[in-house]
Nanobody
Framework: QVQLAESGGGLVQAGASLRLSCAAS????????MGWFRQTPGKEREFTAA???????TYYAESVKSRFTISRNAKNTVYLQMNSLKPEDTAVYYC?????????????????????WGQGTQVTVSS
């Protein structure tokens, strides 16, 4: 079991930055690929960014590419740095962990590839 806890959400104005953090409970955190997804009311959970277990590869949704950066440290935390925020970035952001051995973009962009999820953190961007 892996428990995930997100933090860092909040209310900001358009153009501002936020950094989300996701702390994992398990010491074998480094065996998992990690992803960030977001969801707005009435819509399906949407892939945002992912990073492989080694940190060697990162993947992004087109809508956030060049504005968001996913990273992970050697311990148990994954980050999502969000710059130049737009009102359309408003959503609940979820952190997720995947133990898949096939860590390609096609796999890591799918919510079904992730077995563990955090509770989410709200990000609201005002215009």
């Amino acid at each position: 079991q892996v428990q995930l806890a997100e933090s860092g959400g909040g209310l900001v104005q358009a153009g501002a930055s936020l950094r989300l953090s996701c702390a994992a409970s398990r010491r074998t955190f480094n065996n998992y690929a990690m992803g960030w997804f977001r969801q707005t009311p009435g819509k399906e959970r949407e892939f945002t960014a992912a990073i492989t277990w080694s940190g060697g590869s990162t993947y992004y949704a087109e809508s956030v590419k060049s504005r968001f950066t996913i990273s992970r440290n050697a311990k148990n935390t994954v980050y999502l740095q969000m710059n130049s925020l737009k009102p359309e970035d408003t959503a609940v952001y979820y952190c997720a962990a995947s133990d898949t051995t096939v860590q390609t973009m096609g796999v890591l962009t799918s919510p079904a590839s992730y077995a563990y999820w955090g509770q989410g953190t709200q990000v609201t961007v005002s215009s």
